[in-house]
Every structure is written in structure tokens, then in C-alpha cells.
């Protein structure tokens, strides 16, 4: 299968950056690089990636010096650009990569098309035909991974089936992303910069596919709105 670059940005949300870091190494089936944006954090993200780097190969970092931040708007397409593999993948910092997620993704992803993955999440919000609503713990040192993973096992018996939804986490070829011209910086730092980019992927004939058998557990606001 095609490696691909996970593009994490992060700010002063170091715990759960670790655990998405942590989850990906873990449970990836060829071994993905990762981009990681330190967005002017005061927790000592930025020191924490320098040492991971050392160890590393498939690992590049950036900095936001600050003191403002840039938002993610900005930040996704700083790390797009440096990504070294054709697939680039859109992933949050308070999300946990599922065993064999990323087989889904190769299953499905070529260039005219996005890939999401499913998410697994706590009812902290309503529910949507887009999730699946299950509560495995908001936090890291709560986190039942364990019920997670019995869960996915589980779930393995049902259909190999996909939808046409669009949304963290998802997965482009670089190529696609830069023909639409990326984010707009019009909504930095945040906020609706992900369904603007989607109109403009479907208004250049881009397809959306969601895969049901792909999952990452979200944590829910506990990155960049925490």
C-alpha cells in the first residue's frame, strides 16, 4: 500500500497530540510520514516534537513562533506543502487512528477523489447518519482503548460499505488539494475553511467517499476549540 502524510496541526493541546502521534505509529501497516505544526503553544509541544524528531525519520515539524496564532486554516497547507508522499491526510490532534484505517484509505483513494475515514465519538454532540456515537472516554488517561478495539473487532462482521460524506479525518492527493488553491486564508484562523474547500473540491468534479470499515475514535473539542 501507498505511504501517506498524516498533516497535524497543534496548540497547547500536548496530551492528546501525543496520543494521535502515539496512534499512529501504533497502528499504521506501512509506516506513514507525519507532518506536525506547533501553533505558538506555551506547553511544551515544540520541545517535546524536537525530541521525537531525533528518533524519527518519517517526522517533520514547523513552528508558529507567535505570540498570535495562525489557526489551522494557515497551518494545514504549511505542512501540505512540506509533505513528501503524493496523499496527504487531514487528521486533528484529539483523534486516535484505528487498526487498519489506513488500509481503508488505500482501498479507496486515487487522484480525483477524498477519502474520509469514520469517527467514533462520545455524545458530546447530536447524533448524525455521518458517526457513530459510542463513549470510550474524552480524555487520555480515561481512554478505554481497550472497549474501542473490542468494538472494532466486532464491527468487522458488517458490510464493506461507503457514503459520500466529507470531513476530518480525509485524505486527498497533494495534486488535487493545490489545484483548488487550499485553504482560504479568508477564514483564519478557523471556522468553515473545511466546508468552503469541500464546495470547491465538488465544484471541481472531486468525488467524496466515506468508508465504514476505516474508524479513528475522536475525542471531541479537545483540539484547537478546547
Known amino acids: 500500500m501507498k505511504s501517506l502524510t498524516f498533516i497535524i496541526p497543534s496548540r497547547n493541546n500536548l496530551k492528546y497530540l ?55 486554516t494557515i497551518l494545514y497547507d504549511t505542512l501540505i506543502s512540506m509533505a513528501r508522499t503524493e496523499v496527504v491526510m487531514i487528521f486533528h490532534a484529539d483523534m486516535y487512528l484505528c487498526p487498519n484505517a489506513d488500509k481503508e484509505i488505500d482501498k479507496y483513494i486515487e487522484k480525483g477523489k477524498v477519502v474520509s475515514l469514520t469517527r467514533i465519538e462520545p455524545p458530546l454532540h447530536p447524533d448524525g447518519p455521518e458517526k457513530v456515537l459510542k463513549d470510550f472516554g474524552i480524555e487520555p488517561e480515561e481512554f478505554d482503548e481497550e472497549g474501542l478495539l473490542e468494538f472494532l473487532e466486532e464491527d ?71
Open 18 to 72: 501525543k496520543q494521535a502521534y502515539s496512534s499512529i505509529r501504533k497502528n499504521q501497516s506501512v509506516e506513514h510520514e507525519i507532518c506536525i505544526a506547533d501553533d505558538a503553544s506555551t506547553d511544551g509541544t515544540w520541545e517535546w516534537l524536537q525530541e521525537i524528531e531525533k528518533t524519527d525519520s518519517k517526522l517533520q515539524i514547523h513552528r508558529n513562533n507567535g505570540p498570535e496564532r495562525l489557526g489551522h
Open 156 to 226: 468487522k462482521q458488517g458490510e464493506d460499505r461507503v457514503t459520500e460524506g466529507v470531513f476530518a479525518p480525509w485524505a486527498i492527493y497533494k495534486e488535487d488539494f493545490q489545484n483548488v488553491g487550499g485553504h482560504d486564508k479568508l477564514f483564519r484562523p478557523q471556522s468553515k475553511e473545511d466546508s468552503d474547500i469541500f464546495n470547491r473540491l465538488h465544484l471541481n468534479d472531486v468525488k467524496f467517499i466515506q468508508t465504514w470499515q476505516g474508524y479513528v475514535y475522536h475525542m471531541t473539542c479537545r483540539g484547537s476549540r478546547f
